[in-house]
Structures are given as structure tokens and as C-alpha cells.
Nanobody, 115 residues
Framework: QVQLVESGGGLVQPGGSLRLSCAAS????????MGWYRQAPGKQRELVAV???????NYADSVKGRFSISRDNAKNTVSLDMNSLKPEDTAVYYCYIKLLLVDYWGQGTQVTVSS
């Protein structure tokens, strides 16, 4: 049973920083794609950043230059460093992996950017 456990998130003022982390467990196979999506109230879930096992990355235009994704292949963890946060970054952030063509999601962690 594949499980994704997220940590981090919370309330931060505009311009502040947060770090999200996610640990994947229960897989006997190497995980290729790991990353983060987010969903704001009334909006569809959208990609924030993903990274492959080889190290390539893809970011949403709205977070480029502010967010940085990293992973530890040995520990099956992925992190998202979020800087210069804006109120429009407020959303539930979901950890994501693709394993053998199947998508897995974490339970979500709330990020609120507000003064």
C-alpha cells in the first residue's frame, strides 16, 4: 500500500517562506515522478512543481523563481521550498507521485498566505 505523508504548511504573511515535505512509503519500485499540486477554493487542482528521478523539473509559471522542488531518491522524499509567498498562493497543497502509470496523492496540507 503506497502512502504519502505530508508535513509543513500553515499560515504565513505575504513575502514569507514555507517548506513542504512529503515521504512516500510502501513502494517496491523506483518512483519516477514526484511533485506538488495545489487547489484553491473554487478552482481546479493545478500543477505547482514536479521532478523526475533523473532530476528534471517543471514549474508552473506562477511560481517560477519563487518555489524550488527537491527530492531524495534514497529516502523517497520530495520537498517544496516556497519563498516570496503571495496571497494567491493560498491553497491546499497535495503531494503527488506517479508509480507504474498510477497516480497517488497525499491527504493535502493547507497553506494560507495572509497578513
Amino acid at each position: 500500500q503506497v502512502q504519502l505523508v505530508e508535513s509543513g504548511g500553515g499560515l504565513v504573511q505575504p513575502g514569507g517562506s514555507l517548506r513542504l515535505s512529503c515521504a512516500a512509503s510502501g513502494s517496491r519500485f523506483s518512483i519516477n515522478t514526484m511533485g506538488w499540486y495545489r487547489q484553491a477554493p473554487g478552482k481546479q487542482r493545478e500543477l505547482v512543481a514536479v521532478t523526475t528521478r533523473a532530476g528534471s523539473t517543471n514549474y508552473a509559471d506562477s511560481v517560477k523563481g519563487r518555489f524550488s522542488i527537491s527530492r531524495d531518491n534514497a529516502k523517497n522524499t520530495v520537498s517544496l521550498d516556497m519563498n516570496s509567498l503571495k496571497p494567491e498562493d493560498t491553497a491546499v497543497y497535495y503531494c503527488y507521485i506517479k508509480l507504474l502509470l498510477v497516480d497517488y496523492w497525499g491527504q493535502g496540507t493547507q497553506v494560507t498566505v495572509s497578513s
